[in-house]
């Protein structure tokens, strides 16, 4: 099983959600939050079942898995028996705005 890490961006992007979630509804939040997490552990005991993400501009070896019970998009690589989160957005926002042009800085 691969251990997971975040890149900034996708920090940032955790953070945007819950903030905007917790305003709104704290449980949901817990939940929401919860089962990106959960979906996350999932793809590093199969990192291959996401599809790849095969555009010109991408990088390569990046994957796109959906959290299904609330519809988040997660784009990950694996990098050194790692995954890297590299973004997660809604599935209703315009979505891979900066996935290609991510940091590998990563917490």
């Excluded at 796109?64 to 957005?89: G, M």
Aim: neutral net charge; contains cysteine.
């Amino acid at each position: 099983m691969l251990r997971y890490i975040f890149s900034d961006d996708a920090v940032s992007d955790l953070e945007s959600i819950s903030d905007y979630l917790t305003a709104r509804n704290p449980d949901a939040a817990v939940r929401v939050l919860s089962s990106i997490i959960a979906a996350i552990k999932r793809a590093c005991i199969f990192p291959e079942a996401a599809p790849a993400v095969d555009e010109p501009a991408e990088v390569p070896g990046t994957r796109k898995l959906i959290e299904t019970d609330y519809r988040y998009v997660i784009y990950y690589r694996v990098v050194d028996r790692t995954l890297l989160v590299v973004r997660v957005f809604h599935g209703s926002q315009s979505g891979r705005r900066g996935v290609m042009e991510t940091r590998e800085n990563s917490r």
